[in-house]
């Protein structure tokens, strides 16, 4: 019997180092998965599972896309919302602070009244151009600039370029509606020594002014005529005397689509509002005529130049880039007092009128939520586009700007407190129904900010299955790589034990 020893031909001398390497490479393997809790740092090291991880990995990567993109829309969402919110308390504020009955009509108070809203304007403009990131929340599809000019170029105009601002922009529209006789584009006259009282429309369709409505009387001794077609004219025939007391009521249609009285009251003194009842019909129907031409003036001075205001307030801001505010087309050889109509070039408007909103129009086509839209991973399509010059945003300012740049009148107290009061009444109908306005766009918003959660629920929940799937093949087990490496190691130091041995043996130890 041949007995083969352990020299370098021997079997021996190829299973030791072999079985020793592939021991020392295994153990490393595992004090390393111990060391990272990683099966491995290569898709190789896992194997069968390896088509499977790099799978998982992909779709991990497109949810974890998927989340930026809505924390991103969130982001946006919030600051919307943020904005809109201090929007509406501004609006409550102003409803509520300067808007609100006045307790001492006084000049130092009318001042501080328009110095208020002034402010008010400005911190509505400085919220039209609220950023996320680098987009602006109220530009709509327009994110390269902000969408709002600053307060004095929007309010006093701009004198590098000679536009016009809000300020200029309502007294010419005023100077139009009050016309060059100063009775709101209404004529009044009574032939010499005549009974008949005629007041009429300037002319049929004329955009500018005051028009007829109705008429109610209770005086006798004088009868009322309204004419049916355009342009109105009102009869009032004395004859014979009213009876003290008695009174007439006009009713007047204003530019911003409200309407006024004018009421005149037969008396024996002369009084405000009141004609007083001569010794026969011409003579009344002459204390009559005076009369009214005294109450349309003041009438024309407070409640058609404040709905002339807030009329042409609502145009200019209701204006866009591709939509500017229209002009008073003021005719050859006259003034904006005798114009009949209005400049319809929107390049002409735009060159001589500030356009305070830069951003998307209002009134272009497409829904503004669409101006900004992101496909969330349920497949469902939000859109969180706003334009800052829509219903709610354009009324809002429109009623401030107006109540803020209005000029009252600086000779006549009585005048002056009626103007402001007035002014501040429709300012505040504007401001409430403008949060009315405001009220789809916070609603749409809300609703988006509802779909995006529920996204980025359904977003975090998938994403923790598939973690969860990529644990399983990627993680090792903390206890079975213990086990394993104890294992390891043992056996190890057996095979070290039995090298050693076999490393000494002979003939006669082995026999």
């Given at each position: 019997m041949t007995i083969s020893g352990l020299g370098a031909n021997s079997l021996w001398n190829s299973w030791v180092p072999d079985t020793l390497t592939q021991i020392h490479t295994t153990l490393n393997t595992t004090a390393q998965q111990m060391a990272t809790g990683k099966v491995g740092?290569?898709?190789?090291?896992?194997?069968?599972?390896?088509?499977?991880?790099?799978?998982?990995?992909?779709?991990?990567?497109?949810?974890?896309?998927?989340?930026?993109?809505?924390?991103?829309?969130?982001?946006?969402?919030?600051?919307?919302?943020d904005a809109l919110t201090a929007i509406t308390d501004l609006a409550s504020s102003a409803s509520a602070g300067p808007l609100s009955p006045l307790q001492s009509n006084t000049p130092t108070a009318r001042a501080g009244v328009q110095s208020s809203?002034?402010?008010?304007?400005?911190?509505?403009?400085?919220?039209?151009?609220?950023?996320?990131?680098?987009?602006?929340?109220?530009?709509?599809?327009?994110?390269?600039?902000?969408?709002?000019?600053?307060?004095?170029?929007?309010?006093?105009?701009?004198?590098?370029?000679?536009?016009?601002?809000?300020?200029?922009?309502?007294?010419?529209?005023?100077?139009?509606?009050?016309?060059?006789?100063?009775?709101?584009?209404?004529?009044?006259?009574?032939?010499?020594?005549?009974?008949?009282?005629?007041?009429?429309?300037?002319?049929?369709?004329?955009?500018?002014?005051?028009?007829?409505?109705?008429?109610?009387?209770?005086?006798?001794n004088a009868t009322t005529a309204l004419s049916s077609t355009a342009p109105k004219t009102l009869d009032i025939a004395f004859t014979g005397v009213p009876t003290v007391g008695s009174t007439l009521n006009v009713t007047l249609n204003l530019p911003d689509g409200s309407t006024t009285n004018v009421t005149?009251?037969?008396?024996?003194?002369?009084?405000?509002?009141?004609?007083?009842?001569?010794?026969?019909?011409?003579?009344?129907?002459?204390?009559?005529?005076?009369?009214?031409?005294?109450?349309?003036?003041?009438?024309?001075?407070?409640?058609?130049?404040?709905?002339?205001?807030?009329?042409?307030?609502?145009?200019?801001?209701?204006?866009?880039?591709?939509?500017?505010?229209?002009?008073?087309?003021?005719?050859?050889?006259?003034?904006?007092?005798?114009?009949?109509?209005?400049?319809?070039?929107?390049?002409?408007n735009a060159a001589n009128t500030v356009i305070w909103y830069q951003g998307t129009d209002a009134n272009e086509s497409g829904d503004p939520l669409n101006d900004r839209v992101m496909q969330l991973p349920s497949g469902i399509s939000v859109g969180f586009g706003v334009r800052g010059n829509q219903a709610g945003f354009a009324d809002l300012l429109a009623a401030m700007g107006a109540g803020a740049v209005v000029k009252l009148s600086t000779t006549d107290e009585t005048l002056a407190e009626n103007q402001i009061s007035d002014l501040a009444q429709r300012a505040k109908a504007g401001v409430v129904q403008a949060q009315t306005d405001l009220q789809p766009t916070i609603l749409a918003l809300a609703n988006a900010q509802t779909q995006t959660k529920d996204a980025s629920d359904q977003n975090t929940a998938s994403g923790n299955v598939l973690t969860s799937m990529m644990s399983a093949i990627a993680d090792a087990s903390p206890e079975q790589t213990a086990a394993q490496l104890s294992q390891l190691q043992t056996q190890l130091q057996v095979a070290y034990q039995v090298t050693a041995s076999l490393l000494k043996m002979t003939l006669a130890t082995y026999l």
């Open positions: 740092q290569t898709y190789a090291s896992f194997g069968d599972n390896a088509a499977k991880s790099i799978d998982l990995q992909s779709k991990l990567s497109e949810i974890t896309a998927s989340g930026l993109g809505i924390t991103a829309v969130n982001t946006s969402l919030s600051m919307a919302s809203l002034r402010q008010d304007v400005g911190a509505l403009l400085d919220y039209m151009n609220t950023q996320d990131g680098d987009s602006y929340v109220f530009g709509g599809r327009v994110q390269d600039k902000k969408p709002a000019l600053d307060l004095s170029t929007v309010l006093d105009g701009d004198p590098t370029t000679g536009k016009i601002g809000l300020s200029g922009y309502i007294a010419e529209r005023q100077a139009a509606d009050l016309g060059a006789n100063g009775l709101g584009r209404l004529n009044l006259s009574l032939p010499s020594g005549g009974t008949t009282v005629s007041l009429g429309e300037e002319a049929a369709g004329l955009p500018f002014g005051m028009t007829l409505n109705s008429v109610s009387s209770t005086m006798d005149l009251t037969a008396s024996a003194s002369a009084g405000t509002n009141q004609f007083v009842v001569g010794s026969d019909a011409a003579t009344t129907a002459a204390n009559f005529k005076a009369a009214l031409s005294s109450s349309l003036q003041t009438t024309a001075s407070s409640a058609l130049a404040n709905a002339s205001a807030m009329k042409a307030s609502k145009d200019f801001f209701s204006g866009s880039l591709t939509s500017p505010p229209q002009r008073v087309a003021i005719p050859s050889g006259g003034s904006a007092a005798t114009a009949t109509g209005f400049v319809t070039d929107p390049v002409a």
